[in-house]
C-alpha cells in the first residue's frame, strides 16, 4: 500500500475551498489518489478528504501542517493530516464473548487492518490465552458493582501508558463512565447488537426476539455519555423468522456484530469518519 | 394455480397431532402440496399450515369443516380452512401518496396479487383517475379534525357494504379508531415508513435522518389498537449515507415500502400469517 | 430542485487537473454541491463529476463550454457539461411484460424520475392503454421473423423523429441490430433478467432454476452489439430456495428487474455514469 | 442442546407419506421439534426432514432403523436418521489463506459448530500454528505440479484414517481427482469464490473486475468431478464500485466467502441438505 497524507476538512461552505485546497495540493506537486466532498446544505456546513500520495509532495507531515495552516485559518477549517505510514494504537475491550475480538484479531494478523494493538483489556481472563496466541499483552481488570471507579482508573492508567489513540470495545459489556467518554471523544467506538435506536440497552436479542421483528442488526458508533446514542458510523441487519429463538438470534447476530465493527473501525483507522454534530460522514 | 385447500392450525403441543391431521387428509385422499409446522418451545404453541390439493379430496369446504371439527375438538384447535379458488375482498385505503397504491394495484391488474379489490377509500380525491382507470370504485371520503367520528362512520360503512376480508392501508395516514381496530382484528394491515420499533409515530425519515442512521426501513403489521405496535408481518431496510437528505430517504423509502406492503399482503392473502400474541407466525 | 450544471470529465491523470478545475469553477463564482472524483490506477485514467448551482455563475451552457474548452484541450479531456434543467428525451420499448414499463411510468408521473418521456414503442399492442392514461403517445410496431429490418427501421424513424437523448428497453426482448447499437452508443440502456454474466441470451430464470442457484438477479447495462455484455450500471439479487419454481423466480425477479432498472435509468438521466472501456464509473 | 433424530426422506410423492410418517413416530411417543416437506412438482419427487426429541421415543438409533426400514421399503424412499448426540468428523483443508479456516475454527472452539474436527490438511505449512492453538493435528502434505497423485494418495489415507465423516475445502485450491469426489459424493463442501456459475476456475475477482459486475459473491456446493459445477448449498452477494480494485474485491469477497462456506456447513452438519439431481433442497 502506497504511504498517503489523509487531509480531512470541515468548515463553513463557500465558493473557493474546493479551488484553494486543489492548488495548495498541486503547487507542491500533491497526487491526489482520492477525494471525498460533501456539502451539508442543511447546516451549510462543508467536508473534505483528499488522500495524496506522500512522495510526491517534498513536504514532510510537520511542514505540509505549517503550510496548510494559513488557508485552514482562511476558510475556519477544522482540519487534520495523518500519514497513513503511522499506524495507530488500538486497545481492544471485551469481555468474555469471542467473536469480535478474535475476528479483529484474525484481520490485523493477517494484515487487513492497518493498525498496531499494543494490549488487549478485559474483565475476564478467558480470552488470555486467543489473545497471547498473537503475540500481544492482555490485561484482565476484574469489575463488579463494588469496584467500578478502581477498574476504570486501572483501565486509565492503561490506555494512557500505551499512548492509544483509539479504544475499541469488542463486545466490552460495561458503561464507560461520563469522564472517560469526555477524555476521547470521537476515540472510542462501540458496537451495540442492536439496529439503533431500537433495542437501546441490555439484552437487546431479547427485546427483539419480544417484539417480534422480522431483521435484527448491530450498529457501530462513537461513544459519548449517552448510553448507545451516540454517533452512529455503520450499521447492518440480517433476516430472522418466527422459527429463530433468542439463542439463534444471539448467534445470527454475532456475524452480523462482528462485520459492522470491523468495517467501522476500518473506516475510522483510515481517517474516512468525520464527525457532525451527533452524526457522521464517512466517506 | 391449482386450487387448494389451506387449513391452518394452532394448538396446544402435543405428540400425535401430525400423526392425526395426516390421517385425516390421507384418509380422504388428500394430497398434501405444501405443508409447514412450527412449535414454539417458549410457549408450547403448535402451528401447521397444509396446502391440499381440492381436487384430490371428495369434500366440498363445508364437508371439510364438519368432518375435521371432532380433530380440532380433540386437540384445543383454533384453525381455520380457506379455499383458494374463493378470492379475498380486500379494500384498500390511501392518502394523496401514490406509490404503495399503485404498486398494488398493478399487481392486481397483472394477475400477481390473488384477490378481488371491491373499492379503494381515499381522504383525498388525487388518485381516483388511477384507480378508476383500473375499473375500481373510488370514494372520496374527507377528513379533517373535526369530522373524524363522521369519516370512520362512512368508511365502516362502504367496508361493511362490500364485506370486505380485508383493508389494506396503503399510506392511508390516518390513526383507526379503537372499535374499527377490534372489529377486524387481524384483517386491517398497515404500512409503517420505518423500521418498527424505531421512529414509531409521525414524520419517522425526519427522525431516522436526525439520527444520523445508516439503514433505513419500513414494516408492514397488522393494526391494533396501539399505535405502530401489532403484529409484524415483515420488513425491510435499505442503505443510506450522510449523503441523503430527508427527501432522498422519502424517495429511498418508497421502493422499500411498496415492497414490504405487497409481499406482506400476498403471505396474508395466501394465508401463511398466523398470529401467536403479538408476533406473527409466516409460512 | 435546484438548478445545477453538471460536468463530467475523463482525462489522463496527472498533478493539477483538481486544481484547475476548481479554479475555473471558483474564479467563475461556481458553487459546488457535489464532487465525485475517480482515480483508476490501473489504467491511469482520471474521472471527474462536478455540479455546480447554475444561478451562481454568470455563464449560460454555450459560454461555459466556450471558457472550459481550453482546460479541457489543455488536459486531453474527454467532458461533457449539462444544465440540469433541460429535461432528457427518452423513449421507451416495451413489449407485453408490463412491469418495468409500468414502474418507471409511475416514477415520472409522480416526478421522481426528471425526463420527458415523447413516446413508448412496443412490438404489441397490449400497454397502449396504460401509456396513454399517461398522456403519452404510444407507437405499436410489429415484429416478427420476416420483418425485422423494416421493423427496427420504423423504430429508428420514431427515435430520429423524437429526437431521443436515450432509450429504455424496459424488457423489450428484441435484439438491437448492429447499426442502431453504433448509433447510440451510452444512449440505450437495458435491463437483463439475470446477474450477468450468469444466464446470458434467452430464459435466464429457466436457466437459473436449472443450475439451482440460491440467488437470482437483473442487471441493468448500456447496449452494445454483444448480446448482454455491455458495460454494467447496476444490478441487484434476491434470495431464492428449493421451494422457488421457473414461475416463482419470473415473479420475484420482476421486482429486482424494475428497481434495479429505474435506478440505472436515474443514474443516467442526473449525469452520474461515466463509461470506462466496457465498464462504467457511477458517482 | 436437546438431543433429536433427524430423519431425512426422500421418495416418490403420492398420498399418504405424510400420514404414515407421522403414525410411525406419534406410535412410539416420538414429540417433534421440527418438520419439513418439500413437494417438487417438476420432478414427483418428494422430501421431508424431522427432528424428533430422542428422549421421547424408546428407540435406540438401531431399532429406530429397524422398525422403520419396512415403512421406507413400501414407499421406495431414499432416506437416513442420525442422533445429533454423535457428532460428525469433518476434515479441514485449507492452503495458504486463513480466513475461512480461521473462521470455521472458531466457530468450533466456540461451540457453535457441532462437529468433531480430527484434522487438518494443508499443502503448505503457512497455518500450522493457528491450527495446532486449537489443539487440533496439523498434517502438512505439499504438492507440486509432479506429485498430485502422491498429494492426492496420502491426503486419502489421512482421511480414512480419521473415519472422516466430511471434507470441507476451506478455500484449499487444489482440484480434486475424480476418485475422491466419486468415494466422497455429498460429504465434499467446497467454497467457491464467485457467485456461481459466473466465473468458474481461477482468479475469479480478476474475472469480476474485468467483467465491471457490481456485486461479487461466493458459492457453497458440493464437490463433484466437473469443477465447480456441483450442487449448490448457498450463496451470497456484496457490492463493490468502479473505486474497487481486484485486490478491494479479494479483501471484501473474504467475508462473504467465510460467511457462505459457515452456513453452508452448519446446514450439512445439521443434516438439512438433501441433494437432488444436481441442485439441493436445504430445509
Redesign the interface.
Known amino acids: 500500500m502506497e504511504r498517503v497524507y489523509r487531509l480531512t476538512i470541515s468548515c463553513p461552505d463557500r465558493?473557493?475551498i474546493?479551488?484553494?485546497?486543489?492548488?495548495f495540493?498541486?503547487?507542491h506537486?500533491?497526487?491526489?489518489?482520492?477525494?471525498?466532498?460533501?456539502?451539508?446544505?442543511?447546516s451549510g456546513q462543508f467536508f473534505m478528504r483528499h488522500c495524496i500520495k506522500a512522495d510526491?509532495m517534498p513536504l514532510g507531515l510537520e511542514e505540509f501542517k505549517q503550510e496548510f495552516a494559513p488557508i485552514a485559518a482562511e476558510f475556519d477549517m477544522q482540519w487534520d493530516v495523518k500519514d497513513s505510514g503511522v499506524a495507530k494504537k488500538v486497545i481492544l475491550m471485551a469481555s468474555r464473548e469471542?467473536?469480535c475480538l478474535?475476528?479483529l484479531l484474525?484481520r490485523w494478523?493477517?494484515k487487513?487492518l492497518d493498525c498496531d494493538i499494543p494490549c488487549v483489556i478485559s474483565n475476564h481472563d478467558t480470552l488470555r490465552?486467543m489473545v497471547e496466541?498473537h503475540g500481544i499483552p492482555f490485561f484482565h481488570v476484574p469489575v463488579d458493582k463494588n469496584n467500578k471507579e478502581e477498574h476504570f482508573r486501572r483501565v486509565s492508567a492503561i490506555v494512557d501508558e500505551h499512548n492509544a489513540d483509539t479504544i475499541v470495545l469488542a463486545r466490552y459489556m460495561q458503561i464507560l463512565p461520563a469522564d472517560l467518554c469526555q477524555r476521547y471523544v470521537g476515540q472510542v467506538i462501540n458496537i451495540h447488537h442492536s439496529?439503533?435506536?431500537?433495542?437501546v440497552g441490555a439484552k437487546p436479542y431479547h427485546q427483539a426476539a419480544e417484539?417480534?421483528?422480522?431483521?435484527i442488526?448491530a450498529t457501530c458508533h462513537y461513544v459519548t455519555e449517552e448510553l448507545d446514542a451516540g454517533?452512529?458510523?455503520?450499521?447492518?441487519?440480517i433476516r430472522v423468522?418466527?422459527?429463530d429463538?433468542v439463542e439463534d438470534m444471539v448467534?445470527l447476530g454475532?456475524?452480523v456484530e462482528k462485520?459492522v465493527l470491523?468495517r467501522g473501525v476500518r473506516s475510522h483507522l483510515e481517517d474516512r469518519v468525520l464527525r457532525?454534530g451527533?452524526?457522521?460522514?464517512?466517506f
Chains 1, 2, 3, 4 share one sequence.
Open positions: 465558493v473557493g474546493v479551488a484553494k485546497v486543489g492548488q495540493l498541486s503547487g506537486g500533491g497526487w491526489i489518489l482520492e477525494a471525498n466532498h460533501y456539502s451539508d446544505l442543511a510526491s469471542s467473536h478474535a475476528d484474525h494478523h493477517s487487513e490465552s496466541w439496529f439503533l435506536p431500537s433495542f417484539r417480534g421483528v422480522k431483521l442488526g454517533p452512529i458510523i455503520d450499521q447492518d441487519v423468522s418466527h422459527k429463538t448467534r454475532k456475524d462485520m470491523a457532525h451527533n452524526k457522521t460522514i464517512v
